[in-house]
């Protein structure tokens, strides 16, 4: 049974990975069932069978790719490490995880999809937003954010950025360079880092 099972988490991971190749080139309304099934080599009976409809094969997709980074993000959260570290660390995992995606070659549009749109506001509100009350309230309780600065008015932050970040005008950007010192701006202001 086990080598059942792990056949078929390969052949669902062959399918993810051939739709994700394919959204983000062309994007999800122009890419058909048919050419997921050729790229992953397998029928499009069996899509059908692991993930129900199309928009199913999409959500999966996008949870793949957030699921895994956050669970990663959460780690690093609940170590022994000092907030800074922390914040270090999620950086360099930030960094890693868009090369690993390569998101500066996805195609801007992915993001303004309904259905792509729909999932990431869904998954900001659930996953990515209790997250950073969490950073918060730790980089807080640390000395590391001004307490005098409510956590609203950190979120509105936060919030503002998301807009902007998932917007195709942002997405469009390939210098990978410029992406990262976002996310360094996003994490330490403009006065940055104090322990450099």
Not at 133 to 140: A, E, M, V
Request: aromatic share 14%; hydrophobic share 40%; net charge positive.
């Amino acid at each position: 049974m086990d080598g059942v099972n792990q056949r078929r988490k390969r052949k669902s991971k062959d399918i993810t990975e051939a739709a994700f190749v394919l959204f983000t080139k062309y994007g999800t309304e122009k890419v058909s069932v048919d050419e997921i099934a050729k790229k992953a080599n397998v029928s499009k009976v069996t899509i059908y069978k692991y993930f129900d409809t199309k928009e199913g094969l999409i959500k999966a997709v996008l949870n793949e790719m957030l699921i895994d980074s956050i669970k990663i993000f959460e780690r690093i959260l609940e170590s022994d490490l000092p907030f800074v570290e922390k914040i270090e660390q999620i950086l360099f995992k930030t960094d890693e995880y868009e090369r690993k995606f390569s998101f500066a070659a996805i195609n801007p549009t992915f993001f303004e999809e309904p259905v792509v749109k729909e999932f990431l506001e869904r998954f900001y509100k659930e996953t990515t937003l209790p997250f950073f009350k969490k950073l918060i309230s730790q980089g807080q309780e640390e000395g590391c954010i001004d307490r005098s600065i409510c956590t609203e008015a950190v979120l509105f932050y936060i919030n503002m950025l998301k807009e902007k970040v998932t917007s195709s005008q942002f997405q469009s950007i390939r210098d990978q360079r410029f992406r990262m010192d976002i996310n360094k701006l996003f994490y330490y202001g403009l006065i940055g880092n104090k322990n450099d």
